[in-house]
């Protein structure tokens, strides 16, 4: 239970999952952001409005998947850290997935590295394919990792060779 | 002795605040701070902050530091005096200080304390040993030194202090084993929750240290799960291997020189202690002196800054300042204050509010 471990339940991850007709027509961002808290950056950050804005700070984000083309600009701006993109159609076997990364050292495109689920479990490779760091994202780097189909809605975090791996 | 209109005790983000209020105003006033440097909290902060663009939400909080000491600075009336730590407020408008080992006095006509908070202590056998620290210390060696604390940590306490100090100490390779938290469930935000444990650190609600163990310093800690009463469950006792045990069980106004210059003081647990009655200007019960920031009640960042905003505004006013755009500006920070504290996780900031306001 998420209040209890900081996992967020099956039923919680279905409500903010975009609808399937969506998730096949290409890249979009999932918002797994389930307490309202005083945070709006998510929505101030979307260039195309896809976040609506918030009528109180403490609303929790109202996402029209219609209008992301996944950009993952709001992934990098986000404090919580609870935004990633996926894209199901980058090719016919694995899954695209863009994910917000904060430690040292950086991987590099090419690298293949640990792929871990929401629980902190190892769960299988993923191949960094992009390194997003320019000085907007303010050292909140955007990490473009490929995944086999079956763990695109499971990866959430890396560990990345080097010294202070995670 | 140099005499000031407005004196502000504490750099902190509200100090900070509170300054370049009263000094946009073109008062002449002096900020004091005992570190060697401004920013208080903020310098520490390398996380994106929460709250609104007001309040700059998604900067880091080192950056709002820099970005404030920069506006402080360029306002050539206020003065700034570090390595200073105000030691009495007196009601013949007389603050007495330190500085490089000297004891002086100055005046000003009306003084803002933003004195911050201090850290929480938990009593459990070997709480004395070397190893055992506060978050917050941890976070200045890590952050502001660059000093590892050690290499395998316990984390005691699930509010967003624990969670992020525990993030930034992953972020310096230093392994956390576990977050130990009394309470039912986590304190602090869940999206900093989430991003500690799926980089791989339990959360263990409904436990607590029971001791620390070691000869000369922390080689590990017994924890044990707690009932729903706090009451140890016997037979869950385990011994976790760690060189560090910290500390975030949270914090306590820091109150001392209110108390000694005999503001009004009220206990309200919810703002973390003891703090000062103060009116809606955030002036207390001597009309010379103000409190912004977690000095007036255990809060963040965010809200520090406007009530910092908010309390110079008003001793300006009190002094003779006036116009439109000033009450503009009273106006909008009331304005902020009350949106930052309006959803659920301000439920408890509000009720203790209550009791402290009058
Ligand atoms: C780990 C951690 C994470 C946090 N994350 C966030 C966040 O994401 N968002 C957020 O909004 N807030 C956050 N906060 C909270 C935020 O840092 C504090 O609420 C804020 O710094 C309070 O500001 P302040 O100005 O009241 O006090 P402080 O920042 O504590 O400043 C007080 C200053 O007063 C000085 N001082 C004290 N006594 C004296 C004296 N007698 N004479 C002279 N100087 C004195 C101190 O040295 C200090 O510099 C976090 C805090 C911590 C510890
Ligand atoms: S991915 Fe881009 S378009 Fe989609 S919600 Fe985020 S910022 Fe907006
Ligand atoms: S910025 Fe992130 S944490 Fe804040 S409301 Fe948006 S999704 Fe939630």
Redesign the interface.
């Known amino acids: 239970m998420?209040?209890?471990?900081?996992?967020?339940t099956p039923e919680e991850l279905a409500n903010v999952l975009p609808s399937e007709g969506r998730l096949n027509r290409g890249a979009v961002a999932v918002l797994?952001?389930?307490?309202?808290?005083?945070?709006?950056?998510c929505a101030?950050?979307c260039p195309r409005h896809a976040i609506q804005e918030f009528v109180?700070?403490?609303d929790i984000p109202s996402f029209d998947g219609d209008l992301c083309n996944g950009c993952a600009i709001c992934v990098a701006?986000?404090?919580?850290?609870?935004i990633f993109v996926i894209d199901e159609t980058y090719s016919p076997d694995e899954t695209l997935v863009k994910l917000p990364y904060?430690?040292?050292p950086l991987p590099a495109s090419g690298d293949v590295v640990v792929a871990?689920?929401?629980?902190?479990d190892e769960i299988g490779h993923a191949r960094v394919v992009r390194v997003q760091n320019p000085p907007v994202f303010?050292?909140?780097a955007v990490v473009h990792v490929a995944v086999p189909k079956a763990l695109g809605h499971e990866i959430?975090?890396i560990k990345a060779g080097g010294?202070?791996?995670? | 002795m140099r005499m000031f209109d407005v004196c502000i005790i504490g750099g902190g983000p509200a100090g900070l605040k509170a300054a370049i209020a009263a000094g946009s105003q073109g008062l002449s006033v002096v900020l004091m701070d005992d570190a060697d440097h401004l920013g208080g909290q903020l310098v520490k902060q390398t996380?994106?902050?929460?709250?609104?663009?007001q309040q700059r939400?998604?900067?880091?909080g080192v950056?709002i530091a820099k970005e404030l000491v920069e506006q402080v600075t360029s306002l050539v009336n206020v003065e700034v005096v570090l390595c200073t730590t105000a030691l009495g407020l007196y009601d013949d408008l007389v603050l007495t200080y330190e500085t490089e080992g000297s004891y002086r006095k100055l005046s000003a006509k009306k003084f803002i304390v933003a004195t911050g908070a201090s850290e929480r202590m938990l009593t459990f056998p070997g709480n004395d040993l070397p190893g055992v620290y506060g978050a917050g210390a941890v976070q200045t060696l890590m952050n502001v030194y660059g000093v590892k604390p050690g290499n395998r940590v316990l984390m005691v306490g699930a509010g967003n202090i624990g969670l992020i100090v525990s993030y930034q100490l992953?972020?310096?390779?230093v392994e956390v084993i576990a977050i130990v938290e009394g309470g039912?469930?986590?304190g602090g935000?869940?999206?900093?929750?989430?991003?500690?444990?799926?980089?791989?650190?339990?959360?263990l609600?409904s436990h607590t240290i029971k001791e620390a163990v070691g000869v000369n310093c922390v080689e590990g800690a017994i924890v044990c799960e707690l009932d729903s009463q706090w009451q140890p469950k016997s037979g869950t006792e385990q011994r976790i291997d760690a060189d560090v045990i910290c500390l975030a069980v949270g914090l306590s106004p820091l109150t001392d020189i209110l108390w000694q210059a005999e503001c009004e003081m009220v206990f309200v647990p919810e703002l973390g202690g003891n703090v000062a009655y103060r009116d809606s200007t955030m002036c207390t019960s001597k009309p010379h002196i103000y409190v912004a920031g977690d000095v007036a009640g255990v809060e963040e960042a965010?809200s520090a800054m406007v009530e910092g905003e908010l309390a110079g505004l008003c001793a300006a006013k009190s002094l003779g300042v006036s116009g439109a755009h000033l009450t503009l500006q009273i106006t909008s920070a009331r304005s902020q204050l009350e949106?930052?504290r309006?959803?659920?996780?301000?439920d408890k900031i509000r009720a203790g509010l209550l009791q402290a306001h009058r």
């Open positions: 998420l209040k209890k471990t900081g996992v967020a797994e952001c389930f307490q309202n808290i005083p945070c709006n950056p101030t950050s109180d700070i403490n701006n986000c404090p919580g850290l609870a904060e430690f040292t871990v689920s929401r629980a902190g303010d050292r909140t959430r975090f010294p202070s791996r995670a | 996380h994106m902050f929460f709250g609104s663009e939400a998604g900067a880091r950056n992953l972020q310096a390779g039912p469930s986590i935000y869940l999206v900093h929750a989430s991003k500690v444990r799926r980089a791989g650190v339990p959360i609600t965010s949106e930052l309006s959803g659920p996780v301000g």
